[in-house]
Nanobody, 122 residues
Framework: QVQLVESGGGLVQAGGSLRLSCAAS????????MGWFRRAPGKEREFVAA????????RYADVVKGRFTISADAAQNRVYLQMNSLKPEDTAVYYC???????????????WGQGTQVTVSS
């Protein structure tokens, strides 16, 4: 069983930055593709970014492209999401997920973390 634990969320002003971290329970990063998703209040969970097991093939949602960067550290078994130039519309619970390939679709991910809240004030 793979366990994922997110951290790094918090309250930040618009234009600020946060770095989310996802710690995996075992040799996950070198086996699975990793993704970040988010769910804003009253909305469905949406794709944010994903990366392949070897740290390659990063993918981003258009709304975060150029502002967010996903990276993976297989030695530390962690995946990160660096978020810059944050906007109030980025406010959501952010989830880390592991799956067979870096898909933009939630159904392809078998394992999910509990999420970390990100709030961006205007």
């Amino acid at each position: 069983q793979v366990q994922l634990v997110e951290s790094g969320g918090g309250l930040v002003q618009a234009g600020g930055s946060l770095r989310l971290s996802c710690a995996a329970s075992r040799r996950t990063i070198s086996t699975y593709a990793m993704g970040w998703f988010r769910r804003a209040p009253g909305k469905e969970r949406e794709f944010v970014a994903a990366i392949n097991w070897n740290g390659g093939d990063p993918r981003y949602a258009d709304v975060v492209k150029g502002r967010f960067t996903i990276s993976a550290d297989a030695a530390q078994n962690r995946v990160y999401l660096q978020m810059n130039s944050l906007k109030p519309e980025d406010t959501a619970v952010y989830y880390c997920a592991a799956g067979p390939f870096p898909s933009v679709t939630t159904s392809y991910y078998a394992y999910w973390g509990q999420g970390t809240q990100v709030t961006v004030s205007s």
